[in-house]
């Protein structure tokens, strides 16, 4: 007989919404030569609601961006640090002192002495280096709309509500909360409070480990592919992952499924990485029969088992540029760093597996006068776009970072 548990929570009134950065991506695609950054005057005539900036950086060339960048980092020295995602555009990642994944910009903001670091990426990168970093540090996001839509598929809200839930079905209480970088800093302080970790797409697989070690059973928060393909690396069968729909009561499983599972996904994606295909890779490989596919986890369980490779962005990276000359990659990820390793690597025929040229269009919010603006700002003494974390928020959000950072 079917188990029925009593949940009174308001998410079982809740009506299906997608969030903004969602709709955004869908209608986000551009073509080659729409890629290099415009004056943002022109790039905001696509209607686009971006951070408002001051009118004199409207019109500024990327030319002049730079002069106003470079003016600014030679009178704030050491005591600024850039950081810079591989997504990020060509025009503002060649003013970032480093360059990297996730968890690598993460370890950097940990270790920095610089008084201010502008992280050039998009806002859970910057508040986990809020949280990593020092108290006397000033963490700075440009453009501060540059959100993850992945990340605003996972509410608070909603993610206590089904926190709450699971703890009431699962009668034993066997189950620990991971969740990805990606993902705001009250979702990584549930872990922290409830004995729970943080993972990125590079350690995924062992932070897995050492979260069975704790509970035979993990809760993982937002994306339902990276965590997917991370239990089918580990040998876990699908029909022992659950998927959690937080539009629909108990989250659509029956008592019955959610005692079975090992790993409970929420159902969570990435709208860029989600858009590459099985017949991407057919079509790669169909013109180049040698080619070498390596997708992102974030990419869907067909996609993954189709490639040769799937990494963290840093991973791709490595394999791109230790690659024998002459080879052929097909990538599947964000545009604009597939053509920055393109550019990089001329000797290798590397190209991205989707013909349609998509950015990720919050990262892409970063444009070099958001840059310029914040960088004038700190020059004239003056903090824009300074990026906090509640203190307890902070503290719980760390317990779950530094666990990661042990593992
Ligand atoms: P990485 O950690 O691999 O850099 O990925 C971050 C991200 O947002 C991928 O979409
Ligand atoms: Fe978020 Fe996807 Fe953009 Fe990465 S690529 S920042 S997961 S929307």
Redesign the pocket.
Known sequence: MKQIVDLTSRRNFKKTTLPL?EIE?VAFCKTEDELPAQPLIDELKVNIKWQEIPVEYLRLTVKELDSRIDRARLSLGDRLMILGHH?QRDEVIKHADVRGDSYLLSKTAANSKADYIVFCG?HFMAETARVLGSENQTIILPNITAG????DMAPIDDVLDAWDDLTKILKDQSIIPVTYM?SAAEIKALCGRNGGIVCTSSNAQNVFKWAFTKSKRILFLP?QHLGRNTGLKMGIPEENMVLWNPFKRMGGNSVEEYNKAKVILWRGH????TRFTVGHIEMARHRFPDVKVIVHP?CTKEVVAASDINGSTEVIRKKIEQAPSGTSWAIGT?ISFVNRLAKENPSKNVFCLDPVVCP?S??YRIHPAYLAWVLDALIAGVVVNEIKVEPEIAEYSRIALEAMLTV
């Open positions: 950065t991506h997504y998009v993850c839509s992945m990340a990606n994306d990435c709208s860029v990485h974030e964000e990720c919050t990262m």
